[in-house]
């Protein structure tokens, strides 16, 4: 067995020279740096390991696996090149296991192909890489952020906007604090953070906006708040050209909610006035061109702090809220492309804002969330689809009601709830994850998981990567500095 100093391995580095014996096809040489957190307690390389095992899956079958020591490199002979390529490295403790990195699907070219791995404890939470090339100082975004957005790009990075300062405030406080203009990116297999330029005329501070993600790859940041007053401002990224185009929605609005629908995102509702403190019931269509001037019907019952969701027949479902006047809503609402009205869908059993909801097999599980009286909500409830049939039941409960938490499918059978605020619009943050998955029976059973963040966080995104694991970001939590959690799965 070999215990290894973490300095000494903060990368670990593989070279997989490839054969390249009878020509038969085009092979090309992989070199792979493991990265681990900057946090000693996270870092399996900082922990006695005997072995690592090296494997490549791909489209035309497993090369590997091998054990290479940590000290020494390693060859894989016959790798193609191609797409689709996915790497993993599994740390190994007394033939057990313990660590892994994994890629999310990659193209392997002939000649030198240099990848960056984090590599985490597997079934665990732990912080991110250090930002510095050699592996020194802290790891994590470099402004402490809540109530931003996180995108993944189809180049396989994360955009991460805005949001505020997450020492002090939260939702519902009517608190005029200052927003965040500043944005920065990391690979998803890397997670090593980095800030993006953006001209101060372009980005405009906001928090509690939308970002999202169109067919051709673009970006629309739409709307949110600074200083307690909404935001007109549109901001399009184009990843192609790595770069922001500004706008204008016309609007001021902020905590409304967003769907790509063909080409365009359809903003629904929202926050609006000159204050700022009244529910909207508008929808606006915006693409890479801006505002794109078409009519669209508005919601029957304005809302604001609501979910949206689009369902794969392309129907838009609005789920809860508050009204104009700050009372939950259990109201559900539902537009078919086309149709000049939206309808009336079943009502949920309880009614709550600032809600999340996300797939679970067929159907879409509905979480915690504010009540009336600024309670939190621990029910879940499912959303069934039958054709064009929606109903809605009660599934089970949270071990916390909590709010301004994350709801992430990791497959079509497993969701994890994290974190939170608990039990009150002024409750403290929670580190409780939550495992909601559908069993054969369709019943959904409800697991408080062992593993919990390191940092109880609220108001933060958790975004499912190619890898499989989850990338917690930013949130307001008792120790800002620790911002991005990875759950490698099991």
């Known amino acids: 067995m070999l215990s290894v100093p973490r300095r000494s391995f903060a990368f670990a580095l593989f070279a997989l020279v490839l054969s390249t014996s009878g020509c038969e096809r085009n092979v090309g040489r992989l070199i792979v740096k493991l990265l681990p957190s900057a946090v000693d307690a996270d870092n399996p390389l900082a922990s006695s390991v005997s072995e690592l095992r090296f494997r490549v899956d791909g489209p035309e079958g ?59 404890f597997i079934g665990q939470f732990s912080r991110a890489p250090a930002r510095a090339v050699d592996g020194s100082g802290d790891g994590g975004l470099s402004t402490p952020r809540a109530f931003h957005t996180t995108t993944l790009l189809g180049n396989g990075k994360l955009l991460v906007v805005g949001g505020v300062d997450p020492s002090s405030w939260r939702p519902e406080q009517n608190m005029a604090v200052p927003a965040l203009a500043s944005v920065e990116r990391a690979h998803q297999d890397s997670l090593r953070f980095e800030r993006v330029e953006c001209l101060a005329d372009t980005c405009t501070p906001r928090a509690l906006h939308t970002a999202t993600r169109l067919p051709d790859g673009s970006v629309i940041i739409a709307g949110g708040q600074q200083q307690g007053a909404p935001v007109a401002k549109l901001l399009t990224f184009i990843p192609e050209q790595g770069f922001f185009v500004s706008g204008s929605l016309g609007t001021a609005f902020s905590e409304h909610a967003a769907a790509a629908r063909g080409d365009n995102a359809v903003l629904v509702g929202g926050r609006g006035g000159q204050s700022g403190s009244g529910a909207l019931g508008g929808v606006t269509l915006v693409n890479g061109g801006g505002v794109v001037p078409e009519p669209h019907p508005g919601l029957l019952q304005p809302r604001r702090a609501h979910a949206l969701i689009r369902l794969d027949d392309g129907r838009l479902v609005a789920i809860g809220g508050f009204d104009a006047g700050g009372r ?55 959303l069934r689809i039958d054709g064009e049939t929606l109903t809605v039941e009660e599934v089970g409960q949270l071990p ?35 495992e909601l998955r559908l069993l054969d029976s369709g019943n959904v059973q409800i697991t408080p998981l062992q593993a919990r963040l390191n940092q109880p966080r609220a108001g933060h995104t958790a975004t499912l990567l190619g890898s499989g694991n989850v990338v917690v970001i930013g949130g307001v ?14």
């Open 477 to 490: 939590g008792p120790s800002p500095s620790e911002t991005v959690e990875i759950y490698v799965a099991p």
């Open 62 to 120: 497993l090369t590997g696996p091998v054990t290479i020591s940590l000290d020494g490199t390693g060859e894989l002979p016959g790798i193609p090149t191609g797409d689709g390529q996915v790497v993993t490295v599994e740390g190994v403790l007394s033939n057990v296991p313990k660590s892994r990195a994994r890629s999310a699907p990659l193209r392997i070219d002939e000649g030198n192909n240099v990848i960056e791995l984090f590599m985490g």
């Open 328 to 382: 939950a809503l259990a109201s559900i609402e539902i537009h078919t492309p086309g149709s000049p009205v939206w309808t009336q869908g079943p009502n949920l059993e309880t009614a709550r804002a600032h809600l999340r909801v996300a797939r679970l097999g067929d159907s879409y599980i509905v979480s915690g969330g504010l009540g009336d009286g600024g309670v939190a909500v621990n029910k879940l409830e499912r």
């Open 400 to 434: 916390t009601a909590v709010w301004a938490h994350t709801a992430t499918a990791l497959d079509a059978t497993v969701q994890l709830v994290i974190g939170g605020f608990a039990d009150s619009v002024n409750g403290g943050q929670t580190n409780i994850v939550t």
